[in-house]
């Protein structure tokens, strides 16, 4: 994963056992509430939207898109 999700689950209330070494349930993972997890999804599908809004048609093929949206996550 990339600086960029990690930032996204931290905005939307996820800890992880770098904050809280002591709790071994986390083991390193992301602990979200369905709550938490419904912030996260909203968080990613707002980011996506930015990216493909700098989408230039004129310049750009449309599979472009899912190149932009890829690379800023870090999954390309």
């Known amino acids: 994963m990339n600086e960029r999700i990690d930032q996204l689950l931290w905005a ?3 800890f992880t056992k770098l904050n809280y070494p ?3 349930f986390l083991d ?3 602990a979200l ?3 938490q997890l419904d912030k996260f999804a909203e968080l990613i599908v707002r980011e996506c939207a930015a ?3 700098s989408y ?3 310049e750009e093929a ?3 898109i899912a190149i932009l949206i890829q690379t800023h996550f ?3």
């Open 12 to 14: 939307a209330g996820g």
């Open 22 to 24: 002591d709790d071994a």
């Open 28 to 30: 390193g993972r992301y």
């Open 33 to 35: 509430t369905q709550e």
């Open 51 to 53: 990216v493909a809004y």
């Open 56 to 58: 230039d048609p004129l």
């Open 62 to 64: 449309p599979s472009a």
């Open 74 to 76: 870090g999954a390309d």
